[in-house]
């Protein structure tokens, strides 16, 4: 049966039973590889341990370094750029629907406004697989002495929309 959860995704389940948020979603920016979702630990001063959940570049994790680069991407820092950019759109819809709507057009044939005109709080899987088709992740560089990195958030209907 098809449901919004298997949508545009190749994933598979994690040792704790669920999918991970981005699975099937982030792409390796240089090799086009699909990313690969693992959970790192770190020991705190206290003793005890913090989890997370990551992302690193599908051939990397089967190659190495002469397959590609990490490009590793922690899950929190990830939801928040794609909160930040889709909010961005959505107040551009609100207080400039008309130059959101051209640049759409341009780009691409516009789809409907209302999902765009949703302000989200929280980003949850069926929320990301209804209006992302993929993110693609570039690797971390130094510029001016502070990291950066290249992130691509291609929307369903749409495609990359330019800030």
Known sequence: MWTIERQNT???????????LFAGLLWCMDCGSVMRSY????KRKDG????YRSYACGRYAMGGKSACTA???NQRVLIEV????????????????????ERVRTQRKA??????????EELD????LRLVQRIDIGERKVE???????????????????A
Not at 111 to 120: N, V
């Open 10 to 20: 190749r994933s598979r389940t994690q040792a704790d039973g669920e999918t991970a």
């Open 39 to 42: 959970h790192d630990g770190r």
């Open 48 to 51: 005890s341990k913090s989890t």
């Open 71 to 73: 490009h590793i991407m």
């Open 82 to 101: 794609v909160l930040t950019d889709i909010r961005a759109k959505a107040e551009l819809a609100k207080h400039d629907p008309d130059s959101l709507i």
């Open 111 to 120: 789809t409907t406004t209302e999902e765009i005109k949703r302000k989200l």
């Open 125 to 128: 899987r069926p929320t990301l």
């Open 144 to 162: 001016d002495g502070r990291e950066v990195r290249d992130i691509r958030i291609h929307y369903n209907f749409v495609g990359y929309i330019e």
